[in-house]
């Protein structure tokens, strides 16, 4: 009897929401009084009159609080209740990244497998977050690092933690790297020529090369674009027609560089690289040979091509565009075809 009622009452408000000209949802987790989970699901509405209304969609319990589950009793939801999702354009929470998605961690999490398949890569942030390490566990090797970056009249500096899926922490390490490679570089070596610390050789004589010396220019080129895209999607005001605009921009950016090949674009970090690298007063002190490892790069690396590499990022990035953003269960067609 309760649930004939509940549809003659519920009848006329699904038909109002489908004639709407815009609708989006607040979804919400709670737990009732035996401390089972449920999931709170309202929909607003705006009429031809501009008016918005509020209405109770469901109340649906949940096994648990992943994502996935989330996703699936929203989905079931809506195909249930036959709303229209060509009209759906928000979705509003209470934050949490199980109920957003995190397109920034998504972001964060396909650059890293993007990378992945370059097997110099992997060593490389695993030598990037030794050095954040190697400098954060010893105040004496912190005060080397200081005296060597105020030597150099660079800024004053801490190297950055480097977290695979936090917001694209490497920018922020890369950053500082780039701006103050000399000052680590010197601080390395003191401790390894003066104290004869054997962690301090090891990454010297890791980082003291074109390999790694280019990896950190091509980075901080490279990276810059990333982090603007992953701001947006950190937005607490999240502007969809913004996204719809920076996401093939950044994939663009990123082609141009890729494309730029051995001639980097003018003002990159990569046009000076060479230049840096020959500077006495700069990186040139460290007697870094480029043109020796020139030759190398590309052997030994026989894992994928480039064009294989690109590809794969491309289809990661891409799934941003589903992206679950506003969701990954509605097919929205807020964006265009590739």
């Not at 497998?113 to 390490?133: G, I, K």
């Not at 922020?172 to 000399?182: G, P, S």
């Not at 502007?239 to 003002?267: C, W």
Request: aromatic fraction near 6%; charged fraction near 25%; glycine fraction near 6%.
């Amino acid at each position: 009897m309760l649930e004939v009622l509940a549809e003659v009452i519920e009848e006329p408000i699904l038909t109002k929401i489908k004639s709407s000209q815009g609708i989006s949802l607040e979804v919400d987790e709670t737990t009732d009084v035996s401390v089972g989970r449920q999931l709170d699901l309202h929909v607003r509405s705006i009429d031809k009159e501009g008016l918005v209304f509020n209405h109770f969609l469901d109340l649906v319990s949940i096994a648990d609080g992943k994502a996935d589950t989330i996703v699936a009793a929203v989905k079931n939801v809506i195909l249930k209740k036959g709303l229209p999702t060509e009209k759906l354009y928000g979705l509003g929470t209470d934050g949490a990244a199980v109920m957003t998605a995190c397109a920034a961690h998504r972001l964060a999490l396909a650059c890293k497998d993007s990378s992945n398949d370059v097997r110099y890569m992997a060593t490389f942030r695993d030598h990037l977050q030794e050095l954040h390490l190697y400098f954060r566990n010893s105040a004496n090797r912190t005060a080397t690092l200081k005296a060597a970056s105020a030597t150099l009249g660079v800024s004053d500096l801490k190297i950055k933690e480097v977290k695979d899926t936090r917001w694209l922490s490497q920018h922020k390490a890369i950053e500082t790297l780039q701006r103050n490679l000399c000052a680590v570089l010197g601080a390395l070596a003191e401790e390894a020529e003066v104290r004869r610390c054997p962690g301090a050789k090891g990454l010297y004589t890791f980082c003291a090369t074109y390999r790694f010396v280019a990896a950190v220019y091509l980075q901080a080129d490279v990276l810059p674009h990333l982090a603007c895209l992953s701001k947006v999607f950190q937005k607490a005001h999240v502007n969809f027609l913004h996204i719809k605009e920076q996401v093939p921009v950044t994939i663009q950016t990123l082609r141009s560089i890729k494309e730029a090949g051995l001639t980097p674009l003018p003002g990159s970090f990569l046009s000076r690289l060479h230049q840096d690298l020959d500077d006495p007063q700069g990186l040139g002190a460290f007697n870094i040979q480029h043109e020796e490892e020139r030759k190398r790069r590309g052997r030994d690396v026989h894992e994928v091509s480039r064009e294989e590499l690109w590809a794969r990022f491309q289809q990661e990035v891409n799934a941003l565009k589903l992206i679950h953003f506003p969701f990954p269960l509605l097919n929205c067609p807020l964006w265009p075809g590739p």
